[in-house]
């Protein structure tokens, strides 16, 4: 899994980059900012869940409120400082933020069903 991380990051990475230098227009690095943040977002959820998973009940509620706080405050502080200081970037940043999260959901969801195939072949 680290490695179809790794190359989704890099690539989508690469891809903004290539379209703010091809059409010279700096408010798409809103949208590298926000690509990198959806991403880490998404990620952040899953391990969390999957470590919150094991737990009681009640811990468990408690560790995902605390952790989904923490994630939105994170998101919050990013989305702050960018409309302080480049607050042309929001629109990009925002558009990043929801295709971080999408191409980030894809990898995880196809590792989660690979791994339960590949569960179900070996039992």
């Known amino acids: 899994m680290i490695k179809r991380i790794f190359i989704a990051l890099w690539s989508g990475t690469a891809c903004i980059l290539l379209g703010t230098v ?9 949208s590298l900012i926000g690509y990198w ?23 468990a509620i408690k560790r995902v409120r605390r952790s989904f706080i923490k994630r939105l405050g994170v998101v ?22 929801a295709i971080g999260m999408i191409v980030s959901f894809i990898i995880v969801a ?7 195939r590949g569960d179900k072949k070996s039992a």
């Open 22 to 30: 091809l059409t010279d227009h700096q408010a798409f690095l809103g």
């Open 37 to 59: 943040v959806g991403f880490g977002y998404t990620l952040w959820s899953h391990r969390e869940t999957l470590r919150s998973s094991e737990l009681d009940i009640q811990t």
């Open 76 to 97: 919050t502080l990013i989305v702050v400082a960018v409309a302080r200081f480049q607050e042309s970037w929001l629109p990009s940043l925002a558009l990043g933020v």
């Open 110 to 116: 196809i590792h989660q069903i690979s791994g339960e």
